[in-house]
């Protein structure tokens, strides 16, 4: 258990199911895996215990410092839920570019079905920052279908599913609120 959740136990829950779906994946071969921010490191053992190559970068958007197309996978349960939309394309547009042709995403973002959607201050078309709480100010992007696919350009969708998340997204970051409504796209799709 990482320093993070010392003492926390009640606040972190198993791997996201992304996260075990990607690492039974690659369990057949060594692959370099990418994992936008770790949140609770819950999803970190999952993957190293793979066999993967794993490397963590945090979800602020700077360019990657890696070369282009020696990533097999990516990763994201949370990277990408935060900023403005132009943020989000921005951290596609790098993880694509460090990508190889056909590397896995495997990735969460935010849906216009969740109950936050247009609660709290409006930051711009879709993108709104909760007034109070754990997030209070953190702008969260909420996507139908369509915005989805227009984000993902560059990366052939092979699921996207809508997913009530209550019980799933992690708890250490909803520790003053609880989630009760929340819906994400859980997203598999392979870059281009």
């Not at 970190?44 to 190559?53: D, G, W, Y």
């Amino acid at each position: 258990m990482s320093d993070a959740s010392a003492g926390n136990e009640g606040f972190f829950r198993a791997p996201h199911p992304l996260a075990v779906e990607l690492a039974a994946l690659l369990r057949a071969k060594q692959s370099f895996v990418l994992v936008l921010g770790t949140g609770s490191d819950r999803n970190l053992p999952v993957l190293r215990s793979s066999a993967a190559n794993v490397e963590v970068v945090d979800e602020g958007g700077n360019p990657l410092e890696l070369p282009g197309a020696s990533v097999d996978a990516v990763l994201s349960t949370h990277g990408l839920l935060h900023g403005r939309c132009s943020e989000i394309a921005a951290r596609l547009d790098e993880l694509r570019r460090v990508a190889r042709k056909n590397a896995f995403l495997y990735a969460t973002f935010g849906s216009v079905r969740d109950s936050r959607f247009g609660e709290g201050i409006k930051v711009e078309t879709n993108v709104f920052a909760p007034k109070a709480g754990d997030e209070a100010g953190v702008p969260h992007a909420f996507f139908d279908r369509i915005g989805l696919q227009r984000l993902l350009k560059g990366f052939v969708i092979s699921n996207a599913l809508e997913i009530q998340v209550d019980d799933i997204a992690g708890a250490w970051a909803h520790r003053q609120t609880a989630l009760r409504g929340a819906v994400h796209w859980f997203v598999k799709a392979r870059r281009r």
